[in-house]
Each structure stands twice: as C-alpha cells, then as structure tokens.
Nanobody, 121 residues
C-alpha cells in the first residue's frame, strides 16, 4: 500500500519561499500512470488543488498559483517537492500530498496526513 508523508517547516515568514517534501513508500513515483499532487486547506475553507507531477515527469499547476509554484521530483529518493514563493498569511494552510488517477482532484486515492504551515512574522 502506498504511503505518503509530508515534511517541511511549520512556520514561514512572509515573502519567503515555502518548501515541502512528500516522501513516498510502497510504490514508485515513476511507475504506472498516476498524478502526484499537492493540495492545501486554509483554515475554515475548502480543499484547493495546487498542482501535480505525473509518473512521466510532466507537471501541471493551478492557474491561480502558477506564477509562485514549482513542483519537482527526485526519483532516486522517490519523493516530490513543492515550492511556493512570496508567501503571505493567506498561504497559511494544512498542506497535503497525494496520489490520484485524475489530474486536479482534491480527493486523491492516497493522501498523506498533512502538515500545518503557518505564514507569520
């Protein structure tokens, strides 16, 4: 069974770049055809799809976040990473990584437990 674990700083200052890593076990991020996704949920709001990288390495971003988002992977370590630049307090959220069969789903088949990120000075 695939397991995903998010890791990264819990507190980021405004204007800095947030970097989160999703480490995958129980399956390779290059096998079959899946979308490896990043999703977030701000306090009191719904889930927001941020972007994804598929098993072949192709990358998609949410249009609303595209200018600030980068996703890449390290196949040797079986992980993928999210970077979000120029963060503001509105980027405070629980961030999840997941694996799904659809590109922009907010309910992937497998999802990590999530990591809280707070943007504050």
């Amino acid at each position: 069974q695939v397991q995903l674990q998010e890791s990264g700083p819990g507190l980021v200052k405004p204007s800095q770049t947030l970097s989160l890593t999703c480490t995958v076990s129980g399956g390779s991020i290059t096998s079959n055809y899946y979308y490896w996704t990043w999703i977030r949920q701000p306090p009191g709001k719904g889930l927001e799809w941020m972007g994804a990288i598929d098993s072949s390495g192709s990358i998609w971003y949410s249009p609303s976040l595209k200018s600030r988002t980068s996703i890449y992977r390290d196949t040797s370590k079986n992980l993928f990473t999210l970077q979000l630049s120029s963060v503001t307090p509105q980027d405070t959220a629980v961030y999840y990584c997941g694996r799904g069969n659809a590109l922009d789903t907010t309910t992937p088949d497998y999802r990590g437990q999530g990591t809280q990120v707070t943007v504050s000075s």
